[in-house]
């Protein structure tokens, strides 16, 4: 059995920053993609970003420049640096891996930016 365990949320003020991570524990082989979506409450989940096997990196655009997705292949973990956060950021912030046809998320963690 598969298990995402997110920690790093929290509350911070706007400007600041909050790092993400994300572990895979269980049996999970061939890790593709591993990303960071969030959905803000009355709104859908969307995309924050995601890594490649390679690192290759993709953003949202409402993050470029502020946000950066890292990933350890060793230890089967990605993480998201969140500088300059603004209030608009705030959600509950998913990690996501796909794996051989099988997408995995975790249960989500939350993240509040005050103005």
């Known amino acids: 059995q598969v298990q995402l365990v997110e920690s790093g949320g929290g509350l911070v003020q706007a400007g600041g920053s909050l790092r993400l991570s994300c572990a895979a524990s269980?049996?999970?082989?061939?890790?593709?993609?591993m990303g960071w979506y969030r959905q803000a409450p009355g709104k859908q989940r969307e995309l924050v970003a995601f890594?490649?096997?390679?690192?290759?990196?993709n953003y949202a655009d409402s993050v470029k420049g502020r946000f950066t997705i890292s990933r350890d292949n060793a230890k089967n973990t990605v993480s998201l640096q969140m500088n300059s956060l603004k209030p608009e950021d705030t959600a509950v912030y998913y990690c996501?891996?796909?794996?051989?046809?099988?997408?995995?998320w975790g249960q989500g963690t939350q993240v509040t930016v005050s103005s």
């Open positions: 996501n891996v796909f794996a051989r046809g099988i997408t995995y």
């Open positions: 890594i490649t096997g390679d690192s290759t990196t």
């Open positions: 269980g049996t999970i082989f061939s890790i593709n993609l």
